[in-house]
């Protein structure tokens, strides 16, 4: 019924049990690369353990290493491959295809300016059309790089694990985090400020580099100079006057900032003595709000200046209360950051610690070079197998099937973001699943706009796309004409072959003169294959009677009530499939599905 | 990652504005203080659809229910009272959602029971872009059918019909275009058009802008009221063969030096009131304004609108003058009638809270309707107590989230 509007619920079963059904799938696909690679590690192993055999050696010693990984990479790499894997994790949430772009892609850019909303409208356009596969995508996308990082410690593979981090990190720092909020109000490092992402991106780009980066202190002091002087800008930036951090909650004035936010934080669904804490904490700063943000600012600034420094000796107890800073703001603040709602990550804190850990590590413990061992010259007929070592060789393959993962769920995203037409799922999910059947469509003879008598049966020869509008609809009824539009513009050359037919369901406002009306407000009046019949009521009511349509008058001003259907009718004029019409909330996105699963109804209907 | 918003520049434009605060600090100049308007600038005063129509054969009232804060959940209800009757029966023409408003026009009062007593054209809403109508000649026990190709005007006085079935409505399109009908609701032709009206030698003197009303004057005389950027100039037009000549009175004394709009223009047996809006000196308000035999007019005294005021309600009484509902600044009611076409303004008792519109009745009998979310209450004024008692009450079935 018109004016009934379904708006999708984030946790739809139709699109949930899609989901999972979706991942299932590609996690099916991912098993068979597993044992594709398991196959080829073991010919691999055979031919090389027949060789020596044959060659009459004892199995060759692995190769000479590089001496170990250093403790800075080691620790920026498992730290953020661990922190992907807990990403991929929150991304399996049912509510993640219907619910991220309402609660978390439109809600971080909304204080941002109109150009960043528009680029992240763009990343909600593609998620919005495409739910399923774009949620299903993230889920492997974070599970492959975590792997990536975890399983490929050296060499050419852990640095593609970096590239990659960095690489999907952009893509959730631009469209996920709209730029982390650094152009919107209220940019503040306690909030997350520069964005969670950003820092994967940068852990990326330093488990990226050549390992021979990591052999000097150099690293360390670049990567401690560039925070320091991020805690020092952001020390400036919360010590800026009228922004609300020097307040708490004084009388007669509103939340201050922090207490603002606090208070927000601790009504999110949580555990019962974590909200607690949350709360004393607000209510602490309620009453101190100008101490603690003195006591904020101060040490963002200490220990922006001590990084800056770069010395071992002033920067180890300076990273001692960074960390011990970045606990207290993760708890209190950013409430780890994924609890209650729709938590894609647990916020800045973390990445940020392993960060300057990291930078730590890579001034303070400098791998020891190792003597470069020179090989044995290699007799004439040893191949490349013989010289890999089975480990490096488990390794290599851990690295491909966690690369195969990643392509999983890159390969359907990138898919996605270059499909216009959205996801037929979500009009299943609005109007339910249609009934297919196969028996003779009622007949019915009526008016076109022009005045002509049509009948069903002069339509045989094409299939019918057959729905009831009222032409003075004020909501659905346009919204249906257009997705009818949609769907003859999707069809392409097959649109000749399908007429788009709608009936008059309204007993009043009927006349030909009105269907012309509501031709020309949808523009309708151009498309060859369009036509809205209309007839006496009588006539009407034998054709609404038949199809089951109910068309009622309400009073007091309101809309004519009618039933919302729509009949796919084939060529012998006998109806395949008959489905609701209701066209859900309206939104591009849910038009673009409806039309797309019409004009995918249809070709089935032409082609049958 | 889960949003965090707070108040306050962004990092970016923080970082900006402290680069260029020191170098306007030296040069900065104290911000000017808003221009007044210019003087020939057009008067920003609207009429609302709430409206009410007195005949001899009854009184139409047009007002809002439901849910006023909700435009979806807004709908416009049209209730008639016969002479004589003590209640007023709901006759919202069916068959459309009226949540963008009506605008009702009453058959010519020479001629009751000829032609049709109400024609009621639906203002567009949410994905409607044209106009649905609907005609009884009954008072609205049945409805006809009819259509406007574009979308209805939002004014009062945007639908006339003359005894002989003869219509004429407004549309919004390009500042105001007036389509005619002979009598099928749904076949219209154009008949003229801001740009022509604003063109003739009338218009051009009197400095035409938007059409605001349209009215059928007698048998077959189409008048079009306008705003007027000229000083004192009523922008009143009718059909001179194929041209459109100013008819409109040229306002005098204080009254002559500011544009003006007309608001209001109806047809009062046989010849023509209109509600102006002007201002006397800085002060914006209203004038009647009547046609007299021979084509001159009279006007009444200026009712001034005091300042955060607003027009709520516009009604004709059985006898040609118009009375005003205006709610205050402090949301308080006035009530303003004229004593009778060129005269002066007469102040009635405040009306009761939430008062919609006012009916002026036979006998100079005033009904203030009150509307509550469903219920109208009907309160009549014992003009010399200055008191409102309550005569009756109509619950409306309105359908909530029906044509959402």
Known sequence: ?608 | MRTVTARGPSLVATALVLAVVCGLAACSSPTPAAAPSPAGSPLSVAVPLDATLATGSGALSLVPMGRLNDRDNTFWQLFFRSPGATRWTLVTPPGVADNGGLVVSSGPPANPGRGVTALVGFEPSQDLVFSPLASSVDHGATWAPGVLPGALAAVPDALASSSDGWLVALERAGGGEVLESSGNPSTWSKLVGRQAIASSAGGRGCGAGDLTAVALEGARAVQVGTSCAAAGVVGIFVTSGRAWRLVGPRLSGPLATSPTKVLRLVDLDGHTGGLVAVRRRSLLGLVGLTSTVGGAWSHSAFLPLGTGSRIASTGVEPGGGFVVLVSRADRSLALDAETGPGAGWQALADPPPGTATVSVGPGNQVDALVVATTRLTDWRLDASAGTWSKISTVTVPIQFGSSS
Not at chain 1, 80 to 101: E, H, I, K, R
Request: hydrophobic letters at 50%; charged letters at 10%.
């Open chain 1, 1 to 608: 019924m018109p004016g009934m509007g379904t708006y999708l619920q984030t946790k739809n079963p139709v699109v949930v049990s899609a989901f999972h059904s979706a991942l299932l799938h590609q996690m099916l696909l991912i098993g068979l690369v597993l044992v594709l690679l398991s196959v080829v590690w073991n010919v691999l192993r055979t031919t090389q353990y027949r060789r020596s055999v044959a060659a009459g050696q004892v199995e060759a010693e692995p190769p000479p290493g590089l001496g170990p990984e250093p403790v800075a990479r080691r620790v920026l790499r498992i730290g953020f491959g661990v922190l992907w894997l807990l990403d991929a994790l929150l991304q399996l949430q049912s509510a993640m295809p219907l619910g991220l772009p309402s609660s978390v892609l439109q809600p971080s850019a909304s204080s941002s300016p109109g150009w960043v909303q528009h680029v992240v409208h763009v990343g909600v356009k593609v998620w919005t059309d495409h739910p399923v596969q774009a949620a299903a995508s993230a889920v492997w996308l974070q599970l492959g790089i975590g792997a990536l990082l975890l399983l490929a410690p050296r060499g050419r593979w852990s640095r593609l694990a970096g590239l990659a981090s960095m690489a999907w990190g952009l893509v959730v720092w631009v469209f996920g985090e709209a730029f982390g909020g650094i152009f919107g109000a209220g940019a503040s490092w306690l909030f997350g400020t520069p964005g969670a992402v950003l820092l994967y991106c940068v852990a990326g780009a330093l488990v990226a580099l050549p390992e021979r980066a990591w052999s000097t202190p150099r690293l360390g002091r670049v990567v401690l100079r560039a925070t320091g002087l991020f805690f020092v800008g952001m020390a400036v930036l919360q010590a800026w006057p009228g922004r609300g951090f020097w307040q708490g909650s004084a009388r007669g004035t509103g939340a201050g900032t922090l207490t603002a936010m606090v208070r927000q934080m601790a009504q999110t669904s949580q555990p019962r003595p974590l909200a607690s804490l949350v709360r004393g904490f607000g209510r602490l700063d309620a009453s101190h709000g100008w101490a603690v943000n003195l006591i904020v600012v101060a040490l963002l600034a200490a220990i922006g200046i001590a990084f800056c420094v770069a010395s071992a000796r002033v920067v180890r107890p300076a990273v001692y209360v960074a960390v011990a800073l970045c606990v207290a703001d993760w708890v209190l603040v950013q409430d780890f950051g994924f609890l209650g709602g729709v938590g894609t990550d647990p916020n800045s804190m973390a990445p940020m610690a392993l960060v300057f850990v990291s930078g730590y590590l890579a001034l303070t413990r400098v791998p020891v070079p190792v003597p470069v061992a020179f090989p044995v010259r290699a007799a004439v007929d040893v191949l490349w197998w013989d010289r890999v070592s089975p480990g490096y060789l488990t390794r290599v393959l851990a690295a491909m099937a966690a690369m195969a993962v990643v392509l999983v769920g890159a390969v359907p995203m990138a898919a996605a973001s270059v499909n216009p037409n959205a996801d037929p799922i979500l009009a299943v999910a609005v109007d339910g699943t249609p009934n297919v059947v196969d028996v003779p469509a009622p007949g019915f003879r009526l008016v076109d706009q022009a005045g002509r008598p049509v009948s069903l049966s002069d339509l045989r020869g094409r299939t019918v796309a057959l729905t009831f509008l009222d032409p003075v609809c004020t909501s659905d009824c346009p919204l249906i004409a257009q997705e009818f539009r949609g769907a003859n513009a999707l069809l392409g050359a097959d649109s000749s072959r399908v007429v788009f037919v709608a009936v008059v369901a309204n007993p009043i406002y009927r006349a030909t003169a009105l269907t012309n009306a509501f031709d020309r407000q949808e523009g309708l009046e151009h498309m060859r294959n369009w036509l809205f019949l209309t007839g006496p009521l009588t006539d009407l009511e034998h054709v609404w009677g038949r199809y089951g349509v109910e068309a009622d008058v309400l009073p007091a001003g309101a809309m004519v009530a009618h039933s919302e259907l729509a009949y796919l009718i084939d060529d012998r004029g006998h109806t395949r499939e008959m489905l609701s019409s209701q066209p859900g909330d309206g939104s591009p996105s849910s038009a673009s599905s409806f039309s797309q699963y019409l004009a995918n109804a249809l070709e089935h209907v032409i082609h049958a």
